[in-house]
């Protein structure tokens, strides 16, 4: 299993540019997450999705950040325009539908760690 | 949704068991308790889950007292690659999305 997979890495943009992260999650799970990581604020749920549809995105900072999922195997994190407070790494996880028992096992990706000057 | 303490910080040496230990007064009935562990410039990484008493896995155990209002993870024997930041979270079996706290920060010395 290649376990879930979020491109690019790293990223380094100037304020102002449009910044669009990538997330496959792990083939045949059906909930899909965004989370933010600062040293100031910790873990941040942005959004998550379940079969394809936006469940909850009150986590979305502002109108910059939009998700989108356009089918079970791909989603994407856009920030435009970027600002320097957006640096952060953004993990994106996923989980399969099932028992209660697995309700808090989410699988997270790598993350990409971005860097807006 | 029910809040969690933890200690921020907490030191070790090789061989030791450690212990951390979580409070969440206000768990409710269908929630449960889970684990992650994360390594710097990595995710959180999944660990251990329970309900009630205790629950043993390869990596951990944890405990969870009849009350359930705390709960405490087990690391047997930690090695040095065990320092890490460890989450404990109370799960809402019907809202699948975690909310992270603080966690505690492990340090595993020689």
């Known amino acids: 299993d290649a376990g879930v997979i979020q491109s690019p890495r790293h990223e380094v943009t100037e304020m102002g540019q449009e910044v669009t992260l990538r997330c496959k999650p792990i083939s045949g799970h059906n909930s899909l997450f965004w989370y933010r990581q600062t040293m100031m604020r910790g873990l941040e749920l942005l959004i998550y999705?379940?079969?394809?549809?936006?469940?909850?995105d009150s986590g979305m900072p502002e109108d910059r950040f939009s998700a989108k999922m356009p089918n079970a195997s791909f989603s994407t994190l856009k920030i435009q325009p970027s600002e320097p407070r957006d640096s952060a790494v953004y993990f994106c996880?996923?989980?399969?539908?099932?028992?209660?028992?697995?309700?808090?096992?989410?699988?997270f990706g790598e993350g990409s760690r971005l860097t807006v000057l | 949704l029910a809040k969690t303490t933890q200690p921020i910080s907490m030191d070790s040496y090789e061989g030791q068991e450690v212990n951390i230990t979580c409070s969440h007064n206000?768990?409710?009935?269908?929630?449960?308790i889970t684990w992650y562990q994360q390594f710097p410039s990595q995710g959180p990484r999944f660990i251990i889950q329970?309900?009630?008493t205790k629950v043993t896995n390869e990596v951990a155990s944890l405990f969870i007292p009849a009350d359930r209002k705390s709960s405490t993870l087990s690391l047997p024997r930690v090695s040095l690659s065990d320092t890490a930041v460890y989450y404990c979270l109370v799960v809402d079996t019907g809202r699948r999305a975690l909310t992270f706290g603080s966690g505690t920060r492990l340090q595993v010395q020689p």
């Open positions: 996880a996923s989980s399969p539908e099932g028992l209660a028992e697995r309700a808090g096992e989410l699988f």
């Open positions: 329970g309900y009630k």
């Open positions: 999705f379940n079969n394809n549809v936006p469940i909850d």
């Open positions: 206000n768990i409710a009935t269908n929630d449960y």
